[in-house]
């Protein structure tokens, strides 16, 4: 990823870019810790009910969101959002104030937060896709990836450094960085798509909605392609799963005197995967365009099937290293290409329903891949193994079955 590649983009992909960056960053330094928050103050109980709750309307209104992107245009959609988000941002940080404190303040805030995040989502996809030509999606998206994982990453750390005793300065600091992105939003962003009435649509919400999202159902070859989305990515939920819990019970050892126990291992592989990903993406992604797209596509699935595999079977260290750095290379080639896909199937005039559907099969792929836990009490590592070149293959077989789709352009 480098500077001159970022300066060729659209200007409304500089500034999605931006601003999903800077929120990728406030999300991640709020989001994971809320749980730790809400229990303290309120129980386990009630967190554990806040937060699903959260997640099942947040999904919901990423559906809305969608809908509403494809009725009334991308821009109102994401200027709308982001009008709510700020005001979120400034009340949590002063019902976190030295003057003020509000637990239930706060959750409501935070509820705003959680389904205005969603609700702008497809919108803003569907800008980018708007804004940019096939020939630049799978660079676009190779810059998104990379991007997200390195806030990810940043925000983590930010997080961790504040929330606990600075929450006050945390959200602050976020509320003036999302006035920030609101007035970029708002000021620099230029939607050129205009909205296609149908009849059908104009009766209500629920009965637009209802027709927009059967349209996407009706279209077999992407709603393959999201469920082998949903198969594969399931793996990738296994790690805080599944072998998260193996980790703890089957590592105990030391390498040069330091020991070695699961937890300890699990951030080796969590360390290593998001190393990969932020120093290694743009040489893996500029060696794979040497390859027609599909045959790197099926080489990144390969290798992260197997490479998830090999982290529910071996208790080797080395291999359990190994085994992560592949499936990162893996999942760094064919991301990037899944999200090209999407972009060359989805309708013009339904991109934003079309992208609410693909990240609801990427949030089913979560749940799928916690039931893996349950399951693992009546398997063996090996079986458990052999589950995930199951479940892995038929994604893989999905994907082969999609892409043959005239659509999908092959470069």
Not at 139 to 168: C, D, P
């Given at each position: 990823m480098n500077l001159s590649e970022f300066k060729q983009f659209h200007l409304n992909i500089k500034i999605r870019m931006i601003v999903s960056f800077i929120s990728d960053i406030a999300e991640m330094s709020i989001f994971p810790f809320m749980a730790i928050y809400f229990?303290?103050?309120?129980?386990?109980?009630?967190?554990?009910?806040?937060?699903?709750?959260?997640?099942?309307?947040?999904?919901?209104?990423?559906?809305y969101g969608g809908f509403f992107a494809d009725q009334f245009g991308r821009k109102k959609v994401i200027v709308s959002g982001s009008i709510i988000q700020t005001a979120s941002f400034i009340i949590i940080a002063l019902a976190n104030s030295p003057w003020f404190e509000s637990v239930w303040l706060t959750f409501v805030m935070f509820f705003l937060l959680s389904i205005t995040s969603r609700?702008?989502?497809?919108?803003?996809?569907?800008?980018?896709?708007?804004?940019?030509?096939?020939?630049?999606?799978?660079?676009?998206?190779?810059?998104?990836?990379?991007?997200?994982?390195?806030?990810?990453?940043?925000?983590?750390?930010?997080g961790a450094l504040f929330f606990q005793e600075h929450k006050f300065e945390l959200f602050l600091g976020f509320s003036i960085l999302s006035?920030?992105?609101?007035?970029?939003?708002?000021?620099?962003?230029?939607?050129?798509?205009?909205p296609q009435k149908d009849k059908k649509k104009k009766?209500?919400?629920?009965?637009?909605?209802?027709?927009?999202?059967?349209?996407?159902?009706?279209?077999?070859?992407?709603?393959?392609?999201?469920?082998?989305?949903?198969?594969?990515?399931?793996?990738?939920?296994?790690?805080y799963g599944f072998i998260a819990v193996r980790l703890n019970e089957d590592i105990h050892t030391s390498v040069f005197g330091i020991i070695i126990?699961?937890?300890?291992?699990?951030?080796?592989?969590?360390?290593?995967?998001?190393?990969?990903?932020?120093?290694?993406?743009?040489?893996?992604?500029?060696?794979?365009?040497?390859?027609?797209?599909?045959?790197?596509?099926?080489?990144?699935?390969?290798?992260?099937?197997?490479?998830?595999?090999?982290?529910?079977?071996?208790?080797?260290?080395?291999?359990?290293?190994?085994?992560?750095?592949i499936a990162t290379v893996g999942e760094v080639l064919f991301q990037p290409i899944r999200s090209t896909y999407v972009a060359q199937l989805a309708n013009k005039n339904s991109r934003g329903s079309y992208i609410a559907v693909s990240g609801l099969s990427m949030d089913a792929g979560q749940i799928l891949g916690s039931l893996g836990l349950m399951v693992s009490a009546l398997l063996s590592n090996?079986?458990?193994?052999?589950?995930?070149?199951?479940?892995?293959?038929?994604?893989?077989?999905?994907?082969?079955?999609?892409?043959?789709?005239?659509?999908?352009?092959?470069?």
């Amino acid at each position: 990823m480098n500077l001159s590649e970022f300066k060729q983009f659209h200007l409304n992909i500089k500034i999605r870019m931006i601003v999903s960056f800077i929120s990728d960053i406030a999300e991640m330094s709020i989001f994971p810790f809320m749980a730790i928050y809400f229990s303290s103050n309120l129980g386990i109980a009630w967190a554990g009910a806040i937060l699903t709750l959260t997640t099942v309307v947040a999904v919901t209104f990423g559906m809305y969101g969608g809908f509403f992107a494809d009725q009334f245009g991308r821009k109102k959609v994401i200027v709308s959002g982001s009008i709510i988000q700020t005001a979120s941002f400034i009340i949590i940080a002063l019902a976190n104030s030295p003057w003020f404190e509000s637990v239930w303040l706060t959750f409501v805030m935070f509820f705003l937060l959680s389904i205005t995040s969603r609700f702008i989502d497809p919108a803003s996809e569907a800008l980018l896709i708007d804004a940019s030509s096939e020939n630049e999606h799978p660079l676009m998206y190779r810059f998104i990836y990379w991007s997200t994982n390195l806030a990810f990453s940043i925000g983590i750390i930010v997080g961790a450094l504040f929330f606990q005793e600075h929450k006050f300065e945390l959200f602050l600091g976020f509320s003036i960085l999302s006035i920030f992105t609101f007035l970029l939003t708002l000021g620099w962003i230029q939607d050129d798509y205009v909205p296609q009435k149908d009849k059908k649509k104009k009766n209500n919400i629920f009965s637009g909605l209802f027709f927009s999202y059967v349209e996407v159902l009706r279209d077999t070859c992407f709603m393959i392609l999201c469920i082998s989305t949903l198969l594969v990515l399931s793996l990738e939920s296994q790690l805080y799963g599944f072998i998260a819990v193996r980790l703890n019970e089957d590592i105990h050892t030391s390498v040069f005197g330091i020991i070695i126990d699961g937890p300890r291992m699990l951030s080796i592989l969590i360390i290593t995967n998001t190393i990969i990903v932020i120093f290694a993406s743009g040489f893996i992604g500029k060696t794979a365009q040497k390859f027609n797209i599909k045959t790197t596509l099926f080489a990144g699935l390969f290798l992260y099937v197997a490479g998830y595999s090999f982290l529910a079977w071996s208790e080797l260290i080395i291999v359990l290293a190994i085994a992560i750095a592949i499936a990162t290379v893996g999942e760094v080639l064919f991301q990037p290409i899944r999200s090209t896909y999407v972009a060359q199937l989805a309708n013009k005039n339904s991109r934003g329903s079309y992208i609410a559907v693909s990240g609801l099969s990427m949030d089913a792929g979560q749940i799928l891949g916690s039931l893996g836990l349950m399951v693992s009490a009546l398997l063996s590592n090996t079986t458990m193994a052999g589950l995930f070149l199951l479940i892995g293959g038929l994604g893989i077989l999905g994907f082969f079955w999609s892409v043959q789709d005239n659509r999908l352009k092959a470069r």
